[in-house]
């Protein structure tokens, strides 16, 4: 069973540079998943900022404490098969990874993982953020780059609805579901921000990286030749496309 501790705030600096600190500070000491509605000041790959509004993205990061410097072989491209197969199981939606960290969904980026080893405490940070839903304040230089999941909320409970291959009986059909879909209680709507709680979607990706971690390399059973953008993973890891 996984054991972590699990946090969730409304607006930070940074999941990763949060739990940067509580670490080198010594206020944890095992694994824990911290989730942000808002991040003010995300990071990116090469020293970008990642931008992360109110309610249209999952900002996480998990802090996995390592017993072994085997586990962080291939740790990006194994958090990103785990963001992948999530999505194609819950919602059977094909995201495509692209090399090493980011993936794409209408060839648009959609999804950003940055992973920092904090070697003196062996601990890994490995920060996530998805963009959910379509975000209408994004300044002109990415707006060409950057995509979206789902249109609104109301698409995201269709697309979870027509899966037929997910069971509407079970924890991750039923959790989500009550995770996204407004309540209208004689007349009224509940105002979406109140139900911003990606808990379900989280834990899954959570889980698909722990067991991804604990397999040594990255097995062409992890390798799924439809979500690969480019062939230089095969290259690298001596695969064949």
């Known amino acids: 069973m996984i ?51 109110d309610n249209v993205g999952i900002y996480f990061t998990l802090l996995h404490f390592y017993d072994d410097d085997s586990e962080l072989k291939f740790i990006t491209q194994k958090a990103a098969v785990a963001v ?9 939606i094909e995201l495509k990874i692209k090399w090493v960290n980011d993936l794409y969904y209408n060839d648009k980026k959609v999804c950003g993982i940055l992973c920092r080893n904090l070697i003196k405490y062996k601990a890994v940070i490995i920060g996530i953020g998805i963009d959910l839903f379509e975000n209408k304040n994004l300044n002109e230089e990415i707006k060409d780059i950057a995509g979206y999941i789902f ?3 109301k698409d995201l409970i269709a697309t979870l ?20 879909k407004s309540l209208d209680i004689d007349g009224l709507v509940i105002d979406d921000s109140m139900l911003w709680e990606p808990d379900q979607i989280v834990i ?10 604990k397999i040594e390399g990255l097995p062409q059973l992890y390798i799924e030749k439809n979500i690969i953008k480019d062939k230089k993973i095969y290259e690298d890891c001596n695969l064949e496309c």
């Open 3 to 53: 054991n972590f501790l699990f946090e969730k705030l409304d607006t930070v600096d940074s999941t990763n540079d949060y739990l940067t600190r509580e670490v080198e500070s010594g206020k944890v000491n095992k694994d824990k998943i911290l989730i942000a509605k808002h991040q003010t000041n995300g990071h990116g790959s090469n020293g970008r900022s990642f931008i992360s509004d």
């Open 161 to 180: 609805d027509s899966n037929a291959k997910l069971s509407k009986d079970s924890c991750t059909y039923k959790n989500v579901y009550m995770d996204f």
């Open 151 to 153: 249109k609104n909320k």
């Open 204 to 213: 899954d990706i959570v889980q698909y990286i722990y067991s991804l971690i």
């Open 84 to 92: 992948y197969k999530v999505f194609k199981h819950t919602f059977d």
